[in-house]
């Protein structure tokens, strides 16, 4: 008689002790047979695992080439003969069959573990891989709930599709549902694959043996059969055994059966870590293949039935076709005892088919695996409704995980919290990373941990190795590097950055040089130069405006006698140098004895007076702190003044970014920067040794744009130098191709748009840790005037002058319409012949008669002409009139005269 322990529940080393001590104690133990390929070394192990669990000694037996009839048989009578109690088949397919026929005559239970391709009844059989009933009934339920109109069937050749029969019944003619089957074959399954994509097919049942699953896969996505709008159902419940990790994130809908269940299986997690033990792998619960873990239920069945009932083990022989007393009953036991393994309830039909079964349906998500259903009892039970990969992405995939996030102690990134209690884990840091971080878990959902790094990482030139934050995020030794971390091209080409949270560029920090006494010409400095340049050249333009005006307006032409009430010639005061001198008088608040008479030239001149108004107030009122103030006066401007400059040390963080530009860069200028930077010791390991070296010696930081804002605000004797050098930004450091990256994006732009980072950016850099001490006194400093501070004034002359000009042109058109009247001439005539006169700039004598308008008029004709003129005769005091010109002359009206001699004063007029 053989002896058997009970088999409990009990912590697995306790198991394992009591087995071995039972194993050695007792040598009469029951024998299982099983019968495997050579090469399934996976289901050998599970054999000889499974039988120890269970105090069986389990009779393996290998078959080296597929289909051997005779070695099969061989196989089978040695294990009846060795009187095995029941015999596991690892074989399948035609060879079941075999096996079967041998096992019915000896009534030895065979116990099968995968799908075959004929589906067997026969009673010496008992098969554990749930029934092509099952399959076809959840596959169905599982197609109407997806409401799938339409889908193909794609199966592996050879392969029989019993499974998914009631599916092929689902395009019937009388249904709405549209199947198209197709079959893939040979080594390479593209070519079905490309076709059935040109079909324009979106949906896909695949039943296939579990071998050719990564295949298919990876055929499918190679066509690109694998995008969001790609949906398949897979019958094989060895699907999710697979790494899907390729496929996650490409939005692909994958939904298949996983029938152990993983959550409370006590079993399964004994199991594994004996075959774990045996194998030398280190197998996941989630990673055993179905055939793997049936095995185990069906010794575990095998061992369940014998508790039940007494059974004998017996040496049978092929040879005389006995038959064991005992199979019959092991057998009837097997199929009526409900009992629960590793894939739950093992429940038979009278031919020992497994129909009821219980399986999780779970589906591929960005988040990984998620179970969204449960096919019992014949009925498909959904958790949770078909949602687009995208959906769940957004929701789940970074909930409630916990990632490790690099992060540097640079101000103001980063800083040791300093405190006098204890401080543990995360909060034992601040700074505005640590509270961005904060923001984006908190949009997220998601946990951290932080974990310093200094090194930010660079690319090994010996070793052509990544260094630093970059290589712990290749690694997976972090998720995020979360500091002032520059985004290169470099460091692109290894991992992923976020969207930028901030810009910047390479700046120069420098000590304030020592005040120096105002310059020589610093009254020269209250307008910039522009603004100087401007006034000239208004005031030049201006006085052209002035004698154009001047002679077009009629009431600029004033008797140069006032006593000679008609005279013969008039006189105009805008002569070039008496329109300078008004407007260099009224510039130097001093004035001037010109007073213009007509409208325009007055608009004009008050204008003019508002103008020189402002800019003189304007220069009195800086002019002062320009005579008084102390200036700086750097050493260097820029940085092509600092390479010049031969006294003045310079240098940079040595392992960063801004280093990288001075090394990489194709300017000669910054190359022999960054050799001299390099063989002269200048570069520092952190900014703030940069900082004080800047501060204390004659040594010149670059930096980057932020931090130098962020130095500035609290070393108030230190500034950036000249403008930066390049534009740059900082990005959160990712593993190349994170799935985290697109909602790490979302979160960045929230924050951005909300103007939470700015908040942030403000709060670090201006308030926090000693902020905003330095702005007070940087706001003294006088700032000179320029074109955008005067430019209001230049407005207003320009707008003075346009309707000054206009309202001139009015008056000259009335005047040369009267004329034209009065000589009886046309208009054009008269408008030509007085912009001639006026765009002369020269004279500023206006004889009051003309000659006739053709030269060959007779006297009489003149006369008669003359006749109509009401000038009366005057005499000529021509040699008097340009010296009096300049005298002021108050408006009075012009009297025209007529007279014989006023012929003789018109001949003198040059019109020509
Ligand atoms: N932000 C730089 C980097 O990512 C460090 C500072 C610097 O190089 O100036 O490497």
Not at 162 to 180: A, I, N, W, Y
Not at 394 to 421: C, H, Q, W
Request: hydrophobic share 40%.
């Amino acid at each position: 008689m053989w002896f058997l322990c009970e088999y409990k529940m009990i912590d697995f080393k306790v198991l394992f002790t009591v087995l071995m001590t039972a194993q050695c104690a007792l040598s009469n133990q029951p024998n299982v047979g099983g019968i495997f390929y050579s090469n399934d070394e996976d289901l050998k192990v599970a054999m000889s695992v499974s039988a120890k669990l269970f105090n069986l000694t389990a009779i393996i037996k290998e078959v080296s080439k597929r289909g051997d009839i005779l070695e099969i048989t061989g196989h089978v009578c040695d294990l009846a003969e060795k009187g095995v109690v029941g015999i596991i088949d690892g074989l399948g397919g035609k060879a079941t069959e075999h096996l079967q026929g041998i096992c019915d005559i000896l009534e030895l239970p065979l116990i099968n573990i995968q799908h075959n391709d004929l589906y067997v009844k026969n009673w010496s059989l008992i098969n554990l891989y749930p029934s092509p009933v099952a399959f076809n009934m959840a596959l169905e339920q599982l197609i109407v709930k997806k409401e799938w109109l339409n889908f193909t069937l794609l199966y592996v050749k050879g392969y029989s599709l019993s499974q998914v029969q009631s599916l092929m019944k689902m395009g019937h003619p009388t249904e709405r549902v549209t199947v198209t089957v197709r079959e893939l074959s040979g080594k390479d399954y593209r070519e079905v694959l490309i076709n059935t994509k040109k079909s324009g097919h979106t949906n896909f049942v695949v039943d296939c043996p579990s071998g050719h699953l990564e295949q298919i896969l990876r055929h499918a996505q190679h066509v690109g059969l694998m995008a969001d709008e790609h949906s398949y159902v897979f019958v094989s419940p060895d699907l999710f055994t697979l790494d899907l990790h390729r496929y996650r994130y490409g939005g692909v809908n994958m939904t298949g059966f996983q029938l152990v269940d993983l959550l409370k299986n006590e079993q399964l997690y004994e199991f594994i870590s004996f075959y774990n033990e045996e194998s030398g792998e280190s197998l996941a619960p989630e990673n055993l293949k179905i055939k793997v873990v049936l095995i185990h239920d069906a010794i575990f069945m095998l061992y369940q039935a014998m508790t039940k009932v007494t059974v004998v083990p017996t040496s049978l022989s092929c040879d005389s076709y006995e038959s064991w007393t005992y199979g019959t009953t092991l057998l009837n036991v097997m199929k009526t005892n409900k009992i629960e393994g590793i894939t739950r309830n093992m429940i038979f039909d009278g031919f020992g088919q497994r129909n009821n079964v219980t399986m999780d349906i779970l589906e591929l998500t960005p988040a990984g695996n998620q179970t969204i259903g449960t096919w019992k009892y014949d009925e498909l039970i959904m958790s949770r409704p078909f949602v687009t990969a995208a959906e769940i992405a957004a929701e789940t995939i970074m909930r409630n995980k916990t990632f490790k996030v690099l992060i540097s102690k640079t101000a103001p990134y980063g800083y040791e919290k300093k405190s006098s209690d204890h401080l543990e884990g995360n909060d034992r840091y601040e700074g505005f990373t640590i509270d961005l971080i904060e923001r984006i878990a908190d949009i997220l959902d998601f946990n951290y941990d932080f974990e310093l790094e200094d090194d930010y990482g660079g690319l090994n030139p010996t070793t052509h190795k990544w260094t630093g934050m970059i290589a712990k995020l290749n690694d997976e030794k972090a998720d995020f590097a979360i500091c002032d971390f520059t985004i290169t091209a470099e460091r692109q080409s290894a991992i992923d950055f976020s969207t930028p949270f901030m810009t910047l560029g390479i700046g120069i920090l420098y000590k304030e040089p020592s005040k120096q006494p105002p310059e020589m010409f610093s009254f020269m400095a209250v307008f910039s130069k522009e603004v100087w340049y401007y006034m000239m050249f208004v005031q030049i333009g201006l006085g052209a405006i002035m004698i154009f005006v001047g002679r077009i307006s009629n009431k600029e032409w004033q008797n140069p006698v006032p006593c000679i009430e008609q005279p013969e010639e008039l006189n105009n005061q805008f002569s070039f140098a008496n329109s300078v001198w008004l407007i260099i008088g009224s510039v130097m608040q001093q004035g001037s004895e010109i007073a213009p008479i007509a409208l325009a030239p007055r608009i004009i001149t008050s204008v003019w007076w508002f103008f020189t108004m402002v800019m003189v107030a304007s220069y009195v009122g800086t002019l002062v702190a320009f005579l008084t103030v102390e200036k700086n006066v750097l050493p260097f401007e820029n940085v092509k003044e600092l390479y010049e400059h031969k006294s003045i040390s310079y240098g940079a963080k040595s392992k960063g970014s801004t280093i990288s530009f001075f090394r990489n860069s194709s300017v000669p200028e910054y190359k022999k920067m960054y050799q001299k930077m390099e063989k002269n010791g200048w570069l520092v390991a952190d900014n703030d040794i940069g900082v004080k070296l800047a501060e204390t010696k004659t040594y010149a930081f670059f930096m980057e744009s932020t931090s130098i804002e962020y130095t500035t605000q609290r070393h108030c004797d230190l500034l950036q130098v000249g403008g930066l050098l390049d534009s740059k930004s900082y990005g959160i450091g990712m593993k190349k191709g994170s799935p985290y990256k697109k909602y790490i994006d979302e979160a960045l732009l929230k924050l951005k748009e909300s103007g939470e980072i700015k908040k942030l950016k403000d709060l670090w850099w201006k308030e926090k840790m000693g902020g905003g001490k330095c702005s007070e006194k940087r706001d003294e400093e006088q700032k000179q005037l320029g074109m955008k501070n005067m430019l209001g004034a230049f407005v207003v002359l320009g707008v003075g002058c346009l309707i000054g000009i206009f309202i001139s042109t009015l008056d000259m058109l009335w005047g040369v319409f009267k004329r034209s009247v009065k000589y009886n001439t046309t208009f054009k005539y008269e408008l030509v012949e007085e912009l001639k006169f006026a765009l002369k700039f020269n004279g500023d004598i206006k004889p009051l008669k003309r000659p006739p308008k053709t030269g060959s008029g007779s006297a009489e004709a003149l006369a008669d002409l003359e006749g109509k003129d009401d000038i009366t005769s005057l005499r000529s005091f021509r040699s008097a009139k340009s010296s009096d010109s300049r005298r002021t002359h108050h408006s009075h009206n012009s009297k025209h005269s007529s007279g014989g001699l006023s012929v003789a004063f018109a001949r003198r007029r040059d019109y020509s």
